[in-house]
């Protein structure tokens, strides 16, 4: 079945560490998406990449960082400087940015202890 | 599971009955929207969408209306089951940029 895959489904991270929440996708999307999802909020955009090797900062990218190396994949890295990461944390993608709606991963909580 | 949104507005219909959720957006530039389901625990989930060139679009059980002149949408569920409860976003977009969202409304079905 082609989907999007986030993993882990919950994580813990020490204060100071970094982290990484994995995205995989074999929907063949171009543009793939980070929304952060806090209790009371809308979803807010961190992230998207419109292709390969290329991505643009959203409304809430500080402390957070990610790469397009694959098509397939679009990893988001929580940094140290991120000074509020507990939330919930969801991947998309679409055919392109423009275009139509998005699939939504199962998501990924956060929680630093 | 996952708390979405313990704070957002929340509805309450009995089972069986219609639901209307509303949404205002901001951006009078925005040409597409969409309805998102979200239950706990998951990730949201595509229900409707329609255009900027419409203003009513109806799928299974559900209606979107779209009033361009007040920048407002509508979501409308007919004979809401229990199975409907769940936090309902509406999003937008214009051109080539990303889905904006809006916060969300609770539905809560009473059976």
């Known amino acids: 079945d082609g989907g999007i895959t986030q993993s882990p489904k919950y994580l813990f991270r020490k204060e100071g560490q970094n982290v990484t929440l994995s995205c995989e996708q074999n929907l063949n999307h171009d543009a793939m998406y980070w929304y952060r999802q806090d209790p009371g909020q809308g979803l807010r955009l961190i992230y998207y990449?419109?292709?390969?090797?290329?991505?643009q900062k959203g409304d809430i990218a500080e402390g957070y960082s990610v790469s397009r190396e694959k098509k397939e994949s679009f990893p988001l890295t929580v940094t140290s400087a991120q000074k509020n990461p507990t939330a919930f944390y969801l991947c998309?993608?679409?055919?392109?940015?423009?275009?139509?709606?998005?699939?939504f991963g199962s998501g990924t909580r956060l929680t630093v202890v | 599971g996952e708390s979405v949104g313990l704070h957002l507005p929340t509805l309450s219909v009995q089972e069986g009955d219609n639901s209307i959720i509303n949404c205002a957006y901001s951006n009078s530039a925005s040409d597409y929207f969409i309805w998102y389901k979200q239950e706990s625990g998951k990730g949201p989930q595509f229900i409707i969408d329609?255009?900027?060139?419409?203003d009513k679009r109806q799928g299974q059980r559900v209606t979107v209306l779209l009033n361009k002149t007040v920048k407002h949408l509508s979501l409308q569920i007919a004979a809401t089951q229990p199975g409907d409860s769940a936090v309902y976003f509406c999003a937008e977009k214009g051109g080539n940029t990303p889905l904006v969202f809006g916060k969300g409304t609770r539905l809560s079905v009473i059976a």
């Open positions: 998309a993608s679409s055919i392109e940015t423009g275009r139509g709606g998005y699939t």
């Open positions: 329609i255009r900027s060139n419409m």
């Open positions: 990449s419109q292709i390969v090797n290329d991505f």
